[in-house]
């Protein structure tokens, strides 16, 4: 399946947004989703991930407590909602899908996802 980010945007710190992945091609439902973002000058690194039954999340430390990531499988889609957003958030945001065997497995590396969008820009600023 291919994925497709939307959501993103311009914000003044301390605002909110939520990014959506969509899948087309297909279903992601028995996919692990994450959600990866590079800002500039910097390598990509994992934000959020979540198994394919939403049961399990696992979050960076960075945005633990603030970012939050869920899934709507009649929709087929995953989402990152994004709270109290600070200018160190400023990054591409991208999702990644890899499907699963167990429904509560999940995964932190980005090379264990097959499947990427093209990314979404978040903006913050101070």
């Known amino acids: 399946v291919q994925l497709v980010e939307s959501g993103g945007g311009s914000v003044r710190a301390g605002g909110s947004l939520r990014l959506s992945c969509t899948a087309s091609?297909?279903?992601?439902?028995?996919?692990?989703v994450a959600w990866f973002r590079q800002a500039p000058g910097k390598e990509r690194v994992f934000v959020a991930v979540i198994s394919w039954s939403g049961g399990n999340t696992h979050y960076a430390d960075s945005v633990k407590g603030r970012f939050t990531i869920s899934r709507d499988a009649a929709e087929n889609a995953v989402y990152l909602q994004m709270t109290s957003l600070k200018s160190e958030d400023t990054a591409v945001y991208y999702c990644?899908?890899?499907?699963?065997?167990?429904?509560?497995?999940?995964?932190?590396?980005?090379?264990?996802?097959?499947?990427w969008g093209q990314g979404t820009q978040v903006t913050v600023s101070s």
């Open positions: 091609g297909g279903t992601f439902s028995r996919y692990a």
């Open positions: 990644a899908g890899r499907p699963t065997w167990y429904s509560s497995s999940y995964y932190l590396h980005e090379d264990d996802f097959g499947s």
